[in-house]
Nanobody
Framework: QVQLVESGGGSVQAGGSLRLSCAVIGYTWIVPCMGWFRQAPGKEREKVAEIYSGDSSTSYANSVKGRFTISQDNAKNTLSLQMNSLKPEDTAMYYC?????????????????WGQGTQVTVSS
């Protein structure tokens, strides 16, 4: 049974930084496509960033480009999201997701597995 366990959320003032981590439990191989999503109250879930393990290629939502960095540690089977220059509009529940069906495409929003989420709150 594959599980994704997020950590690293919290509260920070605008301009601050947080680092989210996601551990892949129950799967010893490298996950092909992993991503971070977020959902704010009253809003739809949106993809924030994704990474394809085949060539370490990454993609980002325009709203976070230049501020967030997604990375994958294949040896530890973990996913990270470094978030800098945080803004109040980044406040949301952040979810780690894994897809085993091949490379990432930005239009793909259906992933095989999801974490429980970790809350990020940015105050002004």
């Amino acid at each position: 049974q594959v599980q994704l366990v997020e950590s690293g959320g919290g509260s920070v003032q605008a301009g601050g930084s947080l680092r989210l981590s996601c551990a892949v439990i129950g799967y010893t191989w490298i996950v092909p496509c992993m991503g971070w999503f977020r959902q704010a109250p009253g809003k739809e879930r949106e993809k924030v960033a994704e990474i394809y393990s085949g060539d370490s290629s990454t993609s980002y939502a325009n709203s976070v480009k230049g501020r967030f960095t997604i990375s994958q540690d294949n040896a530890k089977n973990t996913l990270s999201l470094q978030m800098n220059s945080l803004k109040p509009e980044d406040t949301a529940m952040y979810y780690c997701a894994a897809d085993f069906r091949g490379r990432c495409t930005w239009s793909k929003v259906e992933y095989n597995y999801w974490g429980q989420g970790t809350q990020v709150t940015v105050s002004s």
